[in-house]
């Protein structure tokens, strides 16, 4: 089974970007280990990153025929996307959200996630790892 992981805005840099606050592990390390880690758990990957909303609810789209769950990390359309929750309420799979940052430590403008109200589990401030966690969680989910 598939589980497509999509990453918003900006997270293309990771490993340069805020390092302090995201770490120093780069968007290709991430997939690297989600890669291995699916391995493990029988499933697949499909990884991608757009700094671009359209293109991310095109995607949210097109899963509704090809995977079995979505692990989004949002970036900052977390506090912003109607558009991405209304692709996401479209979905049936399972939906997990991620941010390698716990939003709600941080600004008040992060405190609110338009995609949780849609998302069967949210993983904040575990780091990368978060990505692992919540690929574990879907194994977990889909038996
Ligand atoms: C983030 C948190 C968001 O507030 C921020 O805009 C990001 C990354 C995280 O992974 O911690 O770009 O989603």
């Known amino acids: 089974q598939t589980i497509l992981i999509l990453n918003g ?7 340069a970007r805020e390092p302090d606050i995201y770490g120093a592990q780069t968007l290709q390390d991430v997939e ?25 609810v095109t995607w949210i789209q097109q899963a509704r025929n090809s995977a079995a769950g979505i692990i989004i990390n949002p970036a900052a359309y ?19 959200e991620v941010h390698i940052s716990n939003i709600h430590k ?3 403008f992060r405190h609110h996630s338009y995609v949780s109200a ?4 949210v ?16 194994a977990h989910r889909l038996g």
């Open 9 to 15: 805005p900006n997270l293309n840099l990771l490993g």
């Open 78 to 96: 977390t506090h912003t996307s109607v558009a991405i929750l209304d692709a996401l309420n479209m979905y049936d799979g399972a939906v997990i």
């Open 123 to 138: 993983i904040a401030g575990c780091g990368t790892n978060g990505y692992l966690l919540a690929l574990r969680q879907m």
């Open 106 to 108: 941080r600004e008040a």
């Open 32 to 56: 690297a280990a989600c890669a291995a880690l699916a391995g493990e758990l029988s499933l697949t990957v499909d990884f991608r990153q757009s700094n671009d909303e359209g293109e991310l």
């Open 118 to 121: 849609r998302a069967d589990g």
